[in-house]
């Protein structure tokens, strides 16, 4: 048997009871290393889960499934993802390599950014304040919970001097005129080595990087900024409210309300970040981004009718 096992977003402790009963059944269990990263090390995970972790890079998974898969159809194999294993779709191809192998799998689900980003909305807040019955009415009408507001979900990647991609920009803006939030997944670089030594073959990797609400924010500004100067017009500007987040899922989480020029000089401290754009906005919507929101974040806000804000 196959497991896929989704982590969480925290800690060790954030694994399932599930999950880990099925960690401790199987003979070997991989460490997915390179779409997304815990707040503690594969150390702390084996003191926890009381079992060697085999750490699995991106070249071991895309390249070297058949290692993974090995005895799998007589032994328990456990894949450890960050997260939802379903998160990225490298481990799709997983699933689709053992099934054509005839190996069994089995997928224990966990949290992810997709579903805790709404801790900076309204869903956990608007049950304790309302009746059931006006918590269904809300989710389907126009003040439904913040999680069935969001569109496309986008990633914004770090520039390089040859290479500053802008589709991300443009998405954001289509989810924006049908009054959508984004959740902005930002670049992750592990064991990413230079043109110069993948030219030379040499196996040398950089620094990890892991992009900042500041850097994203930056980037958007710029795009922002090029956009204006051509006469384009703008569905996202400086004054845009957005939403930076950091580490959610730990007990270090931040969580800050802001435009986005704001978040240009916002440090939420270390990895990893993701940043919201927001639609338009529910009254209680609003009300919820005061609580963590920088000062005067929320000034330009303006009404489109008795119960709906834009920036």
Known sequence: ???????????????????????????????????????????????????????????????????ILKDADVTDVAFLVVGDPFGATTHSDLVLRAVHAGIPYKVIHNASIMNAVGCCGLQEHVQKMWTDCEVAISCWGRGRAQLYNFGETVSLVFWTDTWRPESFYDKICKNRTAGLHTLCLLDIKVKEQSIENMMRGKKIYEPPRFMTVSQAADQLIQ?????????????????????????????DQRICTATLRQLVSCDLGGPLHSLVITGQLHPLEVDMLRVNAEPNALEHLHMLDSSTYCS
Not at 61 to 66: F, K
């Open 1 to 67: 048997m196959l497991y896929l096992i989704g982590l969480g977003l925290g800690d060790a402790a954030d694994i399932t009871v599930k999950g880990l009963q099925a960690v401790k059944s199987c003979s070997r269990v991989y460490l997915e290393a390179y779409t997304s990263i815990l707040t503690v090390g594969k150390e702390a995970l084996e003191e926890y889960y009381g079992m060697e972790l085999i750490l699995a890079d991106r070249d071991l998974v895309e390249q070297g499934a058949d290692e």
């Open 223 to 251: 795009i922002i900024q090029r956009r204006r100067e051509e006469g384009a017009e703008l569905g996202v500007t400086e004054n845009t409210v957005c939403v930076g987040v950091a580490r959610l899922g730990a007990d």
